[in-house]
T-cell receptor, first 112, second 115 residues
Framework: GDSVTQMEGPVTLSEEAFLTINCTYTATGYPSLFWYVQYPGEGLQLLLKATKADDKGSNKGFEATYRKETTSFHLEKGSVQVSDSAVYFCALTTDSWGKLQFGAGTQVVVTP | NAGVTQTPKFQVLKTGQSMTLQCAQDMNHEYMSWYRQDPGMGLRLIHYSVGAGITDQGEVPNGYNVSRSTTEDFPLRLLSAAPSQTSVYFC??????????????FGPGTRLTVT
């Protein structure tokens, strides 16, 4: 079946550091890929998405490129802020109804 | 526009008790779903609905029932609570049944503890 693998956390960074969270996937179909973010005590919010190979999703300084050849969708941000501290989930769907398959989540902690 | 709302925010149950987690959305979304979030496992789909009167099972449906009598509401029922159902439960909705490229909107979650 479909699956998503993300790097384990927590990832601890200093403010203004570069952030990368690796995400790879296995899918029988042709998936759409997503990054969701969960701030402390809240539900999940869509951060960015990509629906076809070589698409780049971007939002709030975060970027991720859909790489079909490496089945990856790594999340990057050039300069993190304390407010970026959250749990980040990589997810995919190959289903016409959009059912999501999530990775385990990566906690990111940014210190001043 | 309240988005997706869930009640209660916190709940403690004893083993064997039943309860209903409420979920409502005011965005006229066709697609609604329930996930549970457990440490190290991400979110796993419990049940979903593609419209009023239509529901189907997700990855982990055992011990849970759902119904969808209106577009707005999608309650999740725990029939006989077990400690393994201790988790955080999220409801989500999407604006179209062809949801592959549409954003899913999540509620704030219900933290359930079964003792």
């Amino acid at each position: 079946g479909d699956s998503v693998t993300q790097m384990e956390g927590p990832v601890t960074l200093s403010e203004e550091a570069f952030l990368t969270i690796n995400c790879t996937y296995t899918a029988t179909g042709y998936p759409s890929l997503f990054w969701y973010v969960q701030y402390p005590g809240e539900g999940l919010q869509l951060l960015l998405k990509a629906t076809k190979a070589d698409d780049k999703g971007s939002n709030k300084g975060f970027e991720a490129t859909y790489r079909k050849e490496t089945t990856s969708f790594h999340l990057e941000k050039g300069s993190v802020q304390v407010s970026d501290s959250a749990v980040y989930f990589c997810a995919l769907t190959t289903d016409s109804w959009g059912k999501l398959q999530f990775g385990a989540g990566t906690q990111v902690v940014v210190t001043p | 526009n309240a988005g997706v709302t869930q009640t209660p925010k916190f709940q403690v149950l004893k083993t064997g008790q039943s309860m209903t987690l409420q979920c409502a959305q005011d965005m006229n979304h066709e697609y609604m779903s329930w996930y549970r979030q457990d440490p190290g496992m991400g979110l796993r789909l419990i049940h979903y609905s593609v419209g009023a009167g239509i529901t189907d099972q997700g990855e982990v449906p055992n011990g849970y029932n759902v119904s969808r009598s209106t577009t707005e509401d999608f309650p999740l029922r725990l029939l006989s609570a077990a400690p393994s159902q201790t988790s955080v439960y999220f409801c989500a909705s999407s604006p179209d049944s062809q949801g592959a490229t549409y954003e899913q909107y999540f509620g704030p979650g219900t933290r359930l503890t079964v003792t």
